[in-house]
């Protein structure tokens, strides 16, 4: 029995090529080398503390910091997977490191709560400078990040956009709290955390478009 060609299977087989397996070892060496570039940016800029080798460091600025950092790495942990969806796959993770890393906020929403004047505490003139850096440090993991799922296949954009947020803010907050020497649980707690929940609304509903596929 002779089968009669079919010339359109023929073109599409000819325009075929290979496709360089996506390896998460890759996509963590991507994600590291990011990081990395950020720190020496950020000592470039504004030198990292001293203190913190000095051990002039409070044990709660060893925690924030290293909260985020967790979280941070829980998400991108996250999001790297994401570029190859699996059957069975789960992202709980970093659910439970954002859980973990709501205790800076509240610890010092309870902070303020014992002044006698809250509000005048929330008056922190380095603030905004620390809230607007930790967002600045977290653009090149972002955009390493989203390269990378670029070159996968994301099922949920909604999902991976808002790992992606977290993890970029978080890895980017903690990068530059290594240039902050300020280690009141109010300040940690407040405007080094407030950049995750920024970039967790900016990963939810701006970054999906960019990631279909």
């Not at 809250?118 to 380095?126: E, G, I, K, M, W």
């Not at 995750?196 to 509903?205: P, Y």
């Amino acid at each position: 029995m002779n089968r009669v060609p079919n010339p359109l299977i023929e073109q599409m087989a000819n325009e075929l090529e290979p496709v360089r397996a996506l390896r998460f070892r890759d996509g963590a060496l991507l994600v590291g080398l990011a990081v990395i570039i950020t720190v020496l940016g950020v000592e470039l800029l504004d030198g990292i503390w001293r203190g913190i080798a000095a051990g002039e460091a409070s044990p709660f600025f060893l925690i924030a910091n290293g909260l985020l950092l967790v979280l941070g790495c829980a998400s991108a942990n996250s999001v790297i997977g994401m570029a190859t969806p699996q059957v069975g796959n789960r992202h709980d993770g970093p659910g439970w490191a954002m859980a973990m890393a709501a205790v800076l906020p509240l610890a010092a929403f309870v902070t303020l709560l014992g002044h006698d004047h809250p509000v005048a505490a929330l008056q922190d003139p380095y603030g905004l400078g620390c809230f607007a850096s930790g967002m600045a440090a977290s653009i090149l993991t972002a955009g390493a990040l989203i390269l990378w799922l670029r070159r996968g296949a994301p099922v949920s954009p909604k999902l991976a956009g808002l790992h992606i947020g977290v993890a970029a803010t978080a890895l980017g907050s903690a990068a530059y709290g290594l240039a902050c020497p300020i280690d009141t649980v109010s300040h940690l707690g407040l405007w080094h955390a407030a950049p995750v929940l920024a970039g967790a609304v900016i990963g939810m509903f701006a970054l999906p478009p960019l990631l279909r596929w």
